[in-house]
């Protein structure tokens, strides 16, 4: 498929990104993040653990008057990043490279924060994304593991953040098999979304 940059749905085919081995966030996952985000076409999202940058550029898309900062230490993802950000060419995402919480100085308030990889600092990354979020700012944290999803519930109650909700999500997808169609699960994700509070 050539013309995918005039795609305007969320949930671009995962096929379309370029990902080496770094883990993509699945176009299903995107799509269910996406809508957890809320996003208006204005936003200043940062997006914490970019990875390969699926979220980044579905985000960049979306915000025709907005931008996008993707925080990203691995320097093989950080490649890809930029890859597919020349890819899609989307011109407004800003890169940076680092780890969080100490990434993040400098940066002006934001309206939305996507956590997607954390590296053992969540809790110091949602306190210092409680600084950061703007009033009714909305936060949304992707995971696997049991202990992230619980850690972060933790830790947005302690900050004080409202309106905590999460759902687990299990995708499967079709694959030809033994001359039939089977079903091949994907990686069961938890998506933790809350609100900093009214404006």
Known sequence: MNDFQNMV?????????????????KEEIRC??????????????????????????????LLKEGQV???????????LVRANCRRFAVNNVTIIE?????????????DRVLIGGSGGKLSQIIGRVAELLAPAGI?????????SLFGALHCLKEEGFQDVQYIQVAV????????????????????????????
């Open 139 to 147: 936060i949304v944290i992707n995971c696997i593991l049991m202990e």
């Open 32 to 61: 269910l993040t996406l809508s957890k985000l809320r996003l208006t076409i204005e936003n200043k999202v940062l997006d914490i653990g970019a990875g390969s940058g699926g979220l980044t550029i579905e985000c960049a898309r």
């Open 98 to 110: 680092g780890e969080a919480p100490a990434a993040l100085e400098g940066l002006e308030q934001l």
């Open 172 to 199: 499967n997808r079709a694959k030809a098999m033994g001359g039939g169609t089977a079903l091949q699960p994907l990686n069961p994700v938890f998506i933790i979304s809350a609100s900093k509070g009214a404006a």
């Open 9 to 25: 749905v969320p949930g671009l085919p995962d096929y379309l990104f370029e990902r080496g081995d770094v883990p993509l966030t």
């Open 69 to 79: 900062w993707a925080v990203e230490r691995d320097p093989e993802a950080l490649e």
